[in-house]
């Protein structure tokens, strides 16, 4: 994830985030923009929230999961993409401190030009999204 997170957390409730990797497929595609709002504890946090939170085993690292649930110890994430293991799975419960902001809204820019009115009413449709919880948790949940 690409960020100018260094002293934002406490000046700025919002920022914007490009996401890097495939990890949140198909809800974040490698690209989108990720509206983040800071937290400033993890009790903000929801079951269902996207979160960007520091890697428990590299801290200067910043990845972008979903809260599943509150274990003991901290938040369970997953990545929306099930072949991609680099989550809980991997690397256990994520302290309370290491969740720095929620999801909020994606924003997809263009992958290619868009040379007809339909492409761009398409694009226009589906660029921006809000990240409800309840929505894109309950989907995944199913396609599992």
């Known amino acids: 994830m690409r960020e100018a997170w260094a002293g934002q957390r406490r000046s700025v409730p919002y920022q914007l985030v490009e ?21 400033r504890s993890a009790a903000e946090v929801r079951e269902g929230d996207v979160v960007v939170l520091r890697h428990p085993l590299q801290q200067d690292l910043l990845i972008v999961k979903r809260a ?37 809204g994606r924003f997809r820019p263009p992958r290619e030009v ?7 009413a398409g694009w226009l449709a589906s660029c921006v999204r809000p990240l409800r919880a309840d929505r894109s948790f309950s989907r995944r949940l199913r396609a599992r």
Do not use: K
């Open 114 to 120: 868009q040379r007809s009115v339909a492409g761009v």
């Open 19 to 39: 996401v890097t990797g495939p990890s949140m497929v198909p809800t974040l595609q490698n690209g989108d923009w990720l509206l983040v709002q800071h937290v």
């Open 68 to 104: 599943v649930e509150r274990r003991e110890g901290g938040w369970w994430v997953l990545g929306d993409n099930t072949f991609v293991e680099n989550d809980s799975r991997e690397f256990g419960t994520v302290p309370d401190e290491l969740v720095l902001a929620r999801g909020r």
